[in-house]
């Protein structure tokens, strides 16, 4: 996609990006130079990709900090707070993991990084081999408790799902063009999950391991027979960090105005730097801080309005969605009181299946989308349903507490996504401010309304 920058920077003093609005009534608009700004320090080269719980990340939580009390914007964790530290705990390896297979006299060894990738490896799993060629016309209750080898044509990732559900103890298949391109970074993984201290821990049905293997070290077991395989991935000692949600408020005029208070959000960290390439996210998500912070600098600087509004920055999304998961459980309000929460997740890159416009996650599910629509937003039904996108960002963790918790996105699935293109190059400023615009309305709308956003019958998650 072309890049914008120069488009913006000619405009950028003279462009106000206006919503719609009714005859008469002051018009809302989008700061383009504003938004420039926030972009060229969030994803600039300082903050070097703002990775989980890095110096990077809490610098750019201080400039989010500075901007909302700019935008005269409270804190929202108690007076002039702004800034929630979140403890975590992250599980490290002390040597890359091992897959030792013996069959008959040949022993063969598999390093982790170099022949393979195994997703969350235990410290150490023993199990007989099994080797099959098609998921679908097996006999699953045979795979429990194996190693399988499962020699696919193709990656077959929903009979990878289906033989661990099986209750396979690992499961070995070939990696596909998707997972090659991502290599590196699924190395760099932690062999677990990440601790969010203060956070009670849902139990988690146990399930195998996903090993992705080269082509190489699928066609050198594919020369073995029966056998058994040896998963060793030793433990070193846990990575502790910090990370930081920040949070301001603008209260209602109305008496009840805190009762139902909107909550918008976007997660402000990326990767960060890894083999020396640095991962901007511009589009990811810086893309989305831009967008709240500017909704915060135009109600800031209007009048207050009936309900109550919060403007919610996470960090350590891309890890998990530990911020959020952390917020969640501490909330600075009580959970019945949040009307909705709308998070703003990669709207930098227009979609070609819909340009000009964003998509609204979980449209199917609630009342909101339409809602908002009817009130001059430029966005539409979510156009990617087979991936997954409502259940994939910070608005989750609320909408499993209940609360009507969606995301607006454009395009999910840029080029540029989780690359070092990622970057100020390949996002299209005027585009962002477009979309912005024709959110303001809208969002004005729903604080001054009496509308009330539900779930639609059945579709609560």
Same mark, same amino acid.
């Given at each position: ?16 990006? =206006? ?11 989008v700061c383009a130079e504003c938004v420039k700004a926030n972009m060229e320090r ?55 993991? =091992? ?145 930081y949600n920040i949070m301001g408020v603008l209260h209602g005029k109305a008496a009840d105005a805190d ?203």
């Amino acid at each position: 996609m072309r890049s914008s920058i120069l488009l913006a920077a000619a405009l950028a003093a003279a462009a106000l990006i =206006t919503a719609p609005s009714a005859p008469g009534a002051a018009k809302p608009s989008v700061c383009a130079e504003c938004v420039k700004a926030n972009m060229e320090r969030l994803a600039g080269e300082d903050l070097h990709g703002r990775a989980c719980g890095s110096p990077d990340e809490h610098a750019a939580a201080q400039f989010i900090v500075e901007t909302l009390k700019t935008s005269k914007i409270p804190g929202a964790f108690g007076p002039n707070v702004y800034l929630q530290p979140v403890q975590l705990l992250t599980p490290t390896a002390a040597s890359p993991a =091992t897959l030792d297979v013996v069959s008959g006299d040949a022993h063969v060894t598999f390093i982790q990084g170099r022949d393979m990738v195994a997703l969350e490896p235990p410290e150490a799993l023993a199990a007989p081999l099994l080797a099959l060629t098609d998921a679908e016309h097996t006999d699953l209750s045979a795979v429990k408790g194996r190693l399988v080898i499962y020699d696919s044509p193709i990656f077959d990732a929903p009979g990878v799902q289906a033989l661990l559900k099986a209750g396979a103890a690992a499961v070995v298949s070939p990696a596909s063009d998707q997972v090659l391109k991502r290599w590196d970074s699924l190395v760099a993984r932690p062999p677990g999950r990440t601790v969010v201290q203060g956070v009670e821990r849902a139990e988690v049905e146990p399930r195998g391991v996903t090993v992705f293997a080269k082509a190489e070290t699928m066609a050198a077991l594919r020369k073995l027979g029966p056998g058994e395989g040896t998963l060793i991935a030793p433990r070193g000692a846990p990575k502790q960090r910090t990370t930081y949600n920040i949070m301001g408020v603008l209260h209602g005029k109305a008496a009840d105005a805190d009762r139902h208070a909107l909550l918008l959000t976007a997660h402000y960290d990326h990767l960060g730097v890894r083999n020396g390439v640095t991962f901007h996210g511009a589009n990811d998500d810086a893309s989305g801080t831009a967008a709240v912070l500017e909704f915060a600098r135009i109600l800031g600087a209007g009048p207050r309005h009936r309900r109550t509004v919060y403007f919610g920055l996470f960090g350590c999304e891309e890890e998990g969605e530990l911020g959020a998961q952390y917020v969640q459980a501490h909330l600075p309000m009580a959970i019945g009181d949040l009307m909705a929460n709308l998070e703003f997740e990669m709207i930098g890159v227009d979609d070609p299946k819909r340009p000009g416009a964003l998509m609204l996650t979980g449209w199917d599910r609630t009342n909101l989308g339409p809602a908002l629509q009817a009130h001059g937003a430029h966005v539409g039904p979510d156009l990617y349903p087979e991936q997954n996108f409502f259940q994939r960002s910070d608005n989750y963790q609320l909408a499993l507490r209940g609360v009507i918790a969606q995301t607006v996105s454009a395009w999910p699935l840029p080029p540029t996504y989780h690359a070092p293109t990622d970057d100020l190059a390949h996002v299209d400023l005027a585009f962002m401010d477009s979309v912005i615009g024709s959110m303001v309305e809208p969002v004005t709308w729903l604080l001054d309304s009496d509308f009330q956003p539900e779930w639609l019958p059945g579709k609560k998650p």
